[in-house]
């Protein structure tokens, strides 16, 4: 697709599994999102996973997706999974700055 047709914004759930815990996984994604200008949050899962609510930028939100497949030099990740997210969810991101949440 080329630029002049991509949306004005992109809003995406990611599912981070692997090693993601306990290595700087959240606060990395956070600066890295920061510094693509993108809103939303992360937080770990109870099930030993991060999930992150990303939104922006199109191809910012792509070149995050990219970074959340390798995280931070401690963390190993298995897979990443990407989803639109569903009713009010699309909804709990705030404008800025993208923030780290407690577990869920």
């Known amino acids: 697709?080329?630029?002049?047709?991509?949306p004005a914004e992109t809003i995406l759930k990611l599912r981070i599994r692997g090693r993601?815990?306990?290595?700087g996984y959240r606060r990395?994604?956070?600066?890295?999102?920061?510094?693509?200008?993108?809103?939303g949050w992360v937080r770990?899962?109870?099930d030993g996973s991060v999930e992150a609510l990303v939104a922006?930028?199109?191809?910012?939100?792509?070149?995050?997706?990219?970074?959340?497949?390798y995280g931070p030099p401690l963390a190993r990740v298995d897979?990443?999974?990407t989803a639109a997210p569903e009713g009010a969810e699309a909804g709990e991101w705030a404008?800025?700055?993208f923030t780290v949440r407690a577990t869920y």
């Not at 993601?20 to 290595?23: A, F």
């Not at 994604?29 to 693509?36: D, K, N, V």
């Open 56 to 69: 922006g930028d199109p191809a910012a939100v792509a070149e995050l997706c990219e970074w959340a497949r």
């Open 1 to 6: 697709m080329s630029a002049d047709r991509l």
């Open 79 to 81: 897979g990443v999974e």
């Open 20 to 23: 993601v815990q306990g290595v």
């Open 44 to 46: 770990n899962r109870a």
């Open 95 to 97: 404008p800025c700055p």
């Open 28 to 39: 990395s994604l956070q600066i890295m999102a920061r510094s693509l200008d993108l809103a």
